[in-house]
């Protein structure tokens, strides 16, 4: 059973870069048996897939986004991050750490609590 | 806009059926496995269904779900108020190399 929490600042100003980490617990970063995704929600809005990193440190990233993002592991801290490059308000969202019960599913059965993110000066 | 195509809102009495529908193509739907997700507001999304018409450890038989074609849908039956909640639908996109969701669905249970 994993848990999964994101951390970092709750405001960031425009054409800043958002950074937040995601700390897993209850199984390895590195394992094979998992991959690691990052989602948002603005605020009444729907879900949007940012992108996906694997053990390997391999990523897949949202084409809408993929300039601007970086995902990185940290196997020493069992930690996963995220870096938003050149935010705009249209980048304030909740912002959701998750990941699968096995590197084959297609599905997210692990999600963190969320952090709200706000873009503004 | 959203891939996956999702009815903004449906209703229905406790105790009452509701279908929520998701519609895609071939590029998502038709050819990967979709899942669904809970969301109550205000929390992380909760997954309900996987690989189409699977329910994890947990999730009640009230809740199922089909796939036919480019279209899935979920059925909740014996409505509570605790179903009140948005739900969404989600699946790999194979034309966009991305994982999609649906624009979601906000269900009341009048």
């Known amino acids: 059973q994993l848990h999964l929490q994101e951390s970092g600042p709750g405001l960031v100003k425009p054409s800043e870069t958002l950074s937040l980490t995601c700390t897993v617990s209850g199984g390895s970063i590195s394992s094979s048996n998992y991959y690691w995704v990052w989602i948002r929600q603005p605020p009444g809005k729907g879900l949007e897939w940012i992108g996906t990193?694997?053990?390997?440190?391999?990523?897949y990233c949202n084409a809408s986004l993929k300039s601007r993002v970086t995902m990185s592991l940290d196997t020493s801290k069992d930690h996963f991050s995220l870096k938003l490059s050149s935010v705009t308000a249209a980048d304030t969202a909740v912002y959701y750490c998750a990941s699968p019960d096995s590197s084959s599913a297609t599905y997210y059965k692990y999600w963190g609590q969320g952090i709200l993110v706000t873009v503004s000066s | 806009q959203s891939v996956l195509t999702q009815p903004p809102s449906v209703s229905a009495a406790p105790g009452q059926k509701v279908t929520i529908s998701c519609s895609g193509s071939?590029?998502?739907?038709?050819?990967?496995?979709v899942s669904w997700y809970q969301q109550i507001p205000g929390t992380a999304p909760k997954l309900l269904i996987y690989d189409n018409d699977n329910r994890p450890s947990g999730i009640p038989d009230r809740f199922s779900a089909s796939k036919s074609g480019t279209s899935a849908t979920l059925d909740i039956t014996g409505l509570q108020t605790g179903d009140e909640a948005d739900y969404y639908c989600g699946v790999w996109d194979t034309s966009l190399s991305a994982r999609v969701f649906g624009g979601g669905t906000r269900l009341t249970v009048l």
């Open positions: 071939s590029s998502d739907i038709g050819n990967n496995y």
């Open positions: 990193i694997y053990y390997s440190g391999s990523t």
